[in-house]
């Protein structure tokens, strides 16, 4: 008998997987933003609309919070060349670096952490290649090679190793929008707009809060007419890709990510009749403050079935991918079976998924 028989569905890994086509994958933004697809399911009463985002407030009950996460994506993506230490010429071969977080200190740190590919060693040094022709190039340096292509490195320009707001300022001048590797194209000028939430404010995010990108400044205007909003902050980090790799789900170490919100977006959530969280980020922000009550720190929720929903009462989301910690959570709040359920039937009902696709509101 497997150690795993007499163990819930719901703990199982393999529970959560599901056959998606390719041709399912959105490859590209709706333009407008409010055209994306929008299925709405009413757990009380089992009921399933299938709108678009122009509907959207129709269906949120009166009274509700609705809750934003007005973090920025960062140009995280950027790309070198290698310089030779004998010769110090350039390598023709680009090295495509994918920028993570500091390590330190927000603010102080000179140390971050990176994605690299293509071969490199502890003491090796690129150049960021849109730099090269200006008067100060920017030079990163490897310090640490960890694993999964992971390194610790320095970026450092006029001979001074930058700090973390002026690495911002050079990735917002060099960088690329980080789309996700599902995406099967190269980033345009038109995903510097698309890719990011017409509210986002704080830079910090190397990937989007999706559930965001739905709407626009005239229909957030529209939602500010009719509800009351409140803004948290949490940086989406790269562990939102991360696989489970743990049969038993409740054994995966999840990922942190950066999170503050203010004393007023705290006294509107004490107080509140219903919350709405626009997007997962959201709503295991909400759930983290609510258990631990710091304005700031490093969210470590993780939200399967049996682990309870203290403040989020309805839930904006995009559809996502097999075995991953953000079905989970949706799996949560409605269920897994019903989550695979609602799952395919908006395939069959020609819904587009991941990031740049179409939502299920969750009321």
């Known amino acids: 008998m497997s150690q795993y028989s007499l163990i819930s569905n719901d703990f199982l890994l393999e529970s959560y997987d599901y056959t998606l086509p390719q041709n399912a994958i959105a490859q590209n933004p709706a333009n407008p933003r409010e055209s994306a697809k929008l299925l709405v399911y009413e757990r009380q009463s089992g009921r399933i609309t299938h709108s678009n985002f122009y509907h959207f407030c129709d269906f949120i009950p009166q009274g509700t919070l609705i809750v934003l996460n007005d973090t920025k994506v960062i140009q995280a993506r950027i790309y070198a060349h ?5 010769t110090q010429g350039l390598s023709q071969k680009h090295y495509e670096i994918f920028f993570h977080k500091p390590l330190d200190s927000i603010n102080q740190s000179t140390l971050f952490l990176a994605q690299i590919k293509g071969r490199v060693k502890k003491g090796d040094r690129l150049i960021i290649a849109d730099s090269i022709s200006t008067q100060a190039s920017i030079i990163v340096e490897i310090k640490e090679c960890l694993t999964n292509g992971l390194r610790i490195v320095k970026f450092i320009q ?40 017409v509210f986002a404010n704080h830079l910090g995010s190397i990937a989007a809060p999706t559930a965001s990108l739905h709407f626009s400044e005239k229909s957030l205007e529209s939602m500010r007419k009719h509800f009351e909003l409140c803004f948290i902050t949490l940086h989406v980090g790269a562990g939102t890709f991360m696989s489970v790799e743990s049969a038993d789900i409740r054994h995966h170490n999840i990922h942190t990510e950066s999170y503050s ?55 904006l989301t995009n559809f996502h991918l097999p ?26 009902q020609g819904y587009r998924f991941y990031s740049y696709g179409d939502g299920m509101l969750i009321l």
């Open 82 to 86: 290698k310089i030779n230490s004998l």
């Open 323 to 348: 075995k991953s910690t953000l079905l989970m959570l949706v799996s949560a709040m409605i269920g897994r079976e019903k989550c695979l359920e609602l799952y395919q039937l908006a395939l069959q």
């Open 261 to 315: 919100l203010s004393i007023e977006s705290a006294k509107a959530l004490q107080k509140a009749n219903k919350v709405l969280c626009v997007g997962t980020t959201s709503a295991r922000c909400v759930e983290h403050y609510m258990r631990h009550k710091a304005l700031n720190g490093e969210c470590d929720i993780f939200l399967y079935p049996s682990v309870k929903f203290e403040r989020v009462d309805y839930l």
């Open 158 to 197: 006029n001979n001074q190793d930058l700090n973390y707001p002026l690495v911002l300022n050079m990735l917002e001048k060099y960088g690329h929008i980080p789309l996700p590797p599902y995406i099967k194209r190269n980033d345009e000028k038109s995903d510097v707009l698309f890719y990011q939430s």
